[in-house]
């Protein structure tokens, strides 16, 4: 049979092993993906600019979904 006190540490180094490995990983989804002023960019806003065109609102297709 195994000893209770030698399986009590493996499990407590396997739990702080997770913890550990799991802080770096919030800490990873704590940084930015993008760069700062990325989405200011015009390539970012490109499908935002094309919508406001009033030509391009009024194409087969592209109502809203909610009117008739």
Same mark, same amino acid.
């Given at each position: 049979?195994? $000893?209770?006190?030698?399986? $009590?540490?493996?499990?407590? $180094?396997?739990? %702080?092993?997770? +913890?550990?490995?799991? $802080? +770096?990983?919030?800490?990873?989804?704590?940084?930015?993906? +993008?760069? %700062? @002023?990325?989405? /200011?960019?015009?390539? #970012?806003? #490109?499908?935002?600019?094309?919508?406001?065109?009033?030509?391009?609102? +009024?194409? /087969? @297709?592209?109502?809203?979904?909610?009117?008739?």
């Amino acid at each position: 049979m195994e $000893d209770p006190v030698e399986r $009590d540490a493996r499990a407590h $180094d396997h739990m %702080y092993k997770v +913890k550990a490995t799991a $802080d +770096k990983l919030v800490a990873m989804w704590n940084q930015p993906t +993008k760069t %700062y @002023g990325f989405w /200011s960019t015009d390539r #970012a806003n #490109a499908k935002y600019h094309t919508n406001l065109d009033p030509a391009v609102q +009024k194409l /087969s @297709g592209r109502h809203h979904p909610y009117e008739t």
